[in-house]
């Protein structure tokens, strides 16, 4: 069964950095693209980042500069560093993962984590 997990949410003052982990597990994730979205109250889940299985690279604009991601394909695992996080940057977070075409549309992705809830205060 495959099964992607978030994990190192939290609430944190504006200025300040988490850390999010999303394992994956059961089969190999090396040969996919791997996403970050968020989902903010009220509002639509839109695209954070992505890495392809080469290790390439998309922000979106509001996270370039602030936001890194990172994979560790022998841990079946991806890493989003959030540093210099806004009030705006609230939301649950989300790790998506395809082997289809890479973009940023979340329509593409065929799993998808449960969440993990990031709170920053003004």
């Known amino acids: 069964q495959v099964q992607l997990v978030e994990s190192g949410g939290g609430l944190v003052q504006a200025g300040g950095s988490l850390r999010l982990s999303c394992a994956a597990s059961?089969?190999?994730?090396?040969?996919?693209?791997m996403a970050w979205f968020r989902q903010a109250p009220g509002k639509e889940r839109e695209f954070v980042v992505l890495?392809?299985?080469?290790?390439?690279?998309l922000y979106a604009d509001s996270v370039k500069g602030r936001f890194t991601i990172s994979r560790d394909n022998a841990k079946n695992t991806v890493y989003l560093q959030m540093n210099k996080l806004k009030p705006e940057d609230t939301a649950v977070y989300y790790c998506?993962?395809?082997?289809?075409?890479?973009?940023?549309?979340?329509?593409?992705?065929?799993?998808w984590g449960q969440g993990t809830q990031v709170t920053v205060s003004s």
């Open positions: 998506a993962a395809t082997r289809g075409v890479v973009t940023s549309g979340r329509d593409n992705y065929d799993y």
């Open positions: 059961g089969r190999t994730f090396s040969r996919d693209a």
């Open positions: 890495i392809n299985w080469r290790g390439s690279t």
